[in-house]
């Protein structure tokens, strides 16, 4: 099995800064693609930012500028620094990734269970 586990969510003024990060854990091979998503009370799950294994990334276009996303292989480990928060950043960030399974050598998508980030003076 694999776990994705998010943290670094919380409660920020505008304008500040957090960081997120997402550790996986299990029986990894390897992981593919990895990325955010949120969601925000009332709407549906957008994906934010998301990063090839290779580096190449992605972001919607509203983060674009402000938030950056990272990967360190050596740890299964996945960032997102978000600066310049705004209210309409407030959501449960979720974390995903494409996994290749050491048992089996096949792909599987995975989530993790989220956190909250609160922008709010």
């Known amino acids: 099995q694999v776990q994705l586990v998010e943290s670094g969510g919380g409660l920020v003024q505008p304008g500040g800064s957090l960081r997120l990060s997402c550790a996986a854990s299990?029986?990894?091979?390897?992981?593919?693609?990895v990325g955010w998503y949120r969601q925000a009370p009332g709407k549906g799950r957008e994906l934010v930012a998301e990063i090839s294994s290779g580096g190449s990334t992605n972001y919607v276009d509203s983060v674009k500028g402000r938030f950056t996303i990272s990967r360190d292989n050596t740890k299964n480990t996945v960032y997102l620094q978000m600066k310049s928060l705004k209210p309409e950043d407030t959501a449960v960030y979720y974390c995903?990734?494409?996994?290749?399974?050491?048992?089996?050598?096949?792909?599987?998508?995975?989530w993790g269970p989220g956190t909250q980030v609160t922008v709010s003076s």
């Open positions: 299990g029986r990894i091979y390897s992981l593919n693609a």
């Open positions: 995903t990734a494409d996994v290749v399974l050491s048992y089996t050598y096949r792909e599987a998508q995975y």
